[in-house]
């Protein structure tokens, strides 16, 4: 027995092409002879639909969607879309064959955390169900889930077991589920699990592709009763995996180095973003720092070397060597470079300013000058030639407020938003180990500075910092747990005052692309105004 899983890449409310999406991967899961062929979660709408789901027409295309795929049905079809019952709306299963839709199932399982929120718009399914799905030779008996239906240790009701004592001989997940680092294999632990409660095959079909700040990596999964892996689906990349519970032989998972993994996820992520907001041109301000350099990578990998533009801006600050770097990345890129000059303007707005800042001393205000006129000279770019303009903050200086509102900050599309500073230099770092000296050595190796000030450098340890941002940002860890396991009070401290006071910052930044278990964005909700200020070391 065949079932082929369709790991497809939809886009939301482009019906038309989710529909022939799905028609194209059928038709060659027919010419594969799979018994069965399964799509993922809200594939007819794409993932996640949000309030489109209330706009008026929006449910009724999803579900033409699916009157025009089941009339074209033969062999048994499975597939994610939107069930309509009266005012109410379901996350559901169809099951097409015979040329027309012959059962639903509703998702039990509905997430309300992090990126999700299907409590929102959907109602809950009211008891798992089993499909009996004929097959060229007998019936096989289905339990069918929903993404979310699998993570039911989190819940009272219990999926695959109910399933099982109802008599499912084999358990489908299809799901959205996106791309975080290590979620991989916690899918395929959480699969095992099942399987060794339930003694049942269970196979796992997955969305891939970017929406917004999301990026779903595929990487569906088949394991046979005994636990065994029969393989898994591509990454970051539409499949069709096909599954012979018969006659697959186990195999190993392959899982990717995770610096390889990291950086696979933002080209996908800048590709999409790109492709299905209809963009084609990105620029980006190289200032010669690691930052500016690793989303130029990124940049060419995802769009092409002629569709990346590098422009130089530099003040009396900016650095002989940061100069060069710039220069020498862009002509190893083989990207459109441009020198723009910015010491006129940062003179002409001085002099502008003089006498309202007239007796006082210089400082920020006069550093973030500078930023701005950047900012705004790419803006002027982008709005001139259709180019999306590119930040370049990191996670690490984004929690901290290391960034300028209208400057570096300014852009479409946040590309490393959610990569610490450690990890910005480590994905450097493999790009050169896969491409030598793609990536300029001084890039790597200097020390950070935004260069806005005579000799100045970045004012963090960033091999210390990173990792107690990241803990306080991903793990909710308080300033008193961090010091209990050896910080420095101070320091501890004041990231903590940093990170809570910048959130009004954070809540103007461009969209960024979602790679850890807790990024900035949709799935972290802290209010601006917040005199919460958690548990201090005493």
Excluded at 48 to 55: G, M, R, V
Excluded at 82 to 108: M, P
Excluded at 165 to 186: F, K, W
Excluded at 451 to 476: C, T
């Amino acid at each position: 027995m065949k079932i082929a899983l369709c790991q497809i890449n939809p886009t939301v409310g482009s019906f038309e092409d989710n529909k022939n999406i799905i028609l194209n991967h059928y038709k060659k899961g027919i010419e594969l002879n799979a018994d069965i062929i399964v799509f993922p979660e809200l594939c007819s709408t794409g993932y996640p639909p949000q309030d489109l789901l209330w706009e008026n027409g929006f449910v009724e295309k999803n579900l033409q969607l699916v009157d025009t795929v089941s009339a074209q049905s033969s062999t048994p079809l499975i597939m994610g879309y939107v069930r309509q019952e009266n005012d109410k709306i379901f996350n559901s299963a169809a099951l097409c064959y015979n040329g027309k839709l012959q059962d639903s199932a509703d998702k039990i399982l509905l997430p309300t955390y992090d990126v999700f929120d299907e409590g929102r718009y959907f109602t809950p399914g009211k008891t798992p169900s089993i499909w009996d799905i004929p097959l060229k030779k007998g019936t096989l008996r289905v339990g069918i889930q929903i993404c979310e239906d699998l993570w039911d240790h989190e819940y009272v009701c219990k999926v695959s077991q109910i399933q099982k004592q109802i008599g499912a001989e084999i358990l489908v997940n299809i799901s959205a589920s996106p791309y975080q680092e290590g979620r991989l294999q916690e899918r395929s632990d959480l699969i095992i699990e099942k399987v060794q409660q339930t003694g049942l095959p269970f196979l796992y079909c997955n969305l891939v592709g970017a929406q917004d700040e999301l990026i779903f990596d595929g990487e569906s999964l088949a394991f046979d009763a005994q636990g065994k892996s029969l393989g898994q689906g591509r990454l970051f990349d539409e499949d069709i995996f096909l599954v012979d519970l018969e006659g697959s032989s186990p195999r190993s998972m392959y899982v990717l180095p995770r610096e390889e993994k990291l950086y696979s996820a933002l080209r996908l992520g800048v590709t999409d973003y790109f492709k299905k907001t209809g963009h084609t041109e990105a620029v980006v301000g190289l200032s010669g720092g690691i930052d500016s350099t690793l989303v130029a990578c990124i940049a060419v990998d995802a769009l092409g070397a002629d569709f990346v533009h590098g422009i130089s801006m530099p003040s009396k600050f900016s650095s002989d060597h940061s100069l060069y770097d710039a220069k020498k990345l862009a002509q190893n890129l083989e990207i459109d470079y441009r020198i723009l000059p910015i010491q006129d303007a940062v003179e002409g707005l001085e002099k502008c300013l003089y006498p309202q800042f007239l007796g006082l001393k210089s400082d920020v205000a006069e550093e973030n000058l500078q930023a701005r006129i950047r900012g705004n000279l790419l803006m002027a770019l982008s709005n001139k030639f259709g180019w999306m303009v590119l930040s370049t903050g990191n996670k690490t200086e984004l929690a901290l407020g290391y960034c300028t509102l209208y400057g570096d900050m300014s852009g479409g599309l946040a590309v490393i938003s959610d990569l610490s500073k450690s990890d910005v230099y480590a994905l450097s770092q493999w790009i050169n180990e896969q491409s030598p000296r793609r990536i300029p050595v001084s890039c790597i190796n200097k020390l950070p500075s935004a260069e806005l000030a005579p000799e100045q450098v970045d004012p963090f340890d960033y091999s210390i910092v990173s990792p107690l941002v990241d803990a306080i940002v991903e793990d909710r860890k308080s300033p008193a747990e961090l010091v209990k396991n050896g910080a420095d009070v101070e320091l501890v401290n004041d990231l903590y005052r940093r990170i809570c006071f910048y959130e009004y910052k954070r809540r103007q930044a461009a969209p960024g692309l979602r790679v850890s278990a807790k990024a900035f964005g949709v799935g972290r909700r802290i209010p601006i105004i917040n005199h919460y200020k958690g548990k201090k070391h005493p």
